[in-house]
């Protein structure tokens, strides 16, 4: 019975009593928002939002992103976004982030790499062999 009274309500008046920042769901960004495309498939948007929170078993071609968070015991924040998909394509983006400001920084589709050519005979026979010719 004594316990009973020792819930976060009944301690929330006390000065100084540390409450920890609770962080759920996607951390969506509006730079994350501001890369999506129309015409992008899944696995894209995927790569460039993560998994989706939600994936509703009814509606296949719609994914949700929610994300909440209470810093120190205070009422809980939200942001949602939604994506639509046509055909396995990005159709739709409803919900409360909206595209950053800042520039998205794109890289090249492809780089060439020069590899030098190399000696094809590292066996242990060839080692052997090109150690005693040596001598």
Request: charged share 25%; hydrophobic share 35%; proline share 6%.
């Amino acid at each position: 019975m004594v316990l009973s009274g020792c819930t976060q309500s009944a301690w929330s008046w006390v000065p100084g009593v540390y409450r920890i920042d609770i962080q759920q769901g996607n951390a969506v960004t509006d730079v994350m928002v501001s890369q999506l495309q129309p015409g992008m498939t899944k696995r894209q948007v995927a790569y460039v939002m993560g998994t989706p929170l939600i994936q509703d078993a009814f509606h296949k071609d719609r994914w949700d992103y929610i994300y909440t968070m209470a810093v120190g015991g205070e009422e809980r924040e939200g942001r949602r976004i939604t994506l639509y998909f046509d055909k396995d394509l990005l159709a739709g983006v409803d919900g409360d982030f909206r595209p950053s400001d800042e520039p998205v920084i794109v890289t090249a589709p492809h780089s060439s790499v020069v590899v030098p050519p190399r000696e094809l005979d590292h066996s242990l026979w060839g080692y052997l062999r090109r150690s005693f010719e040596k001598n």
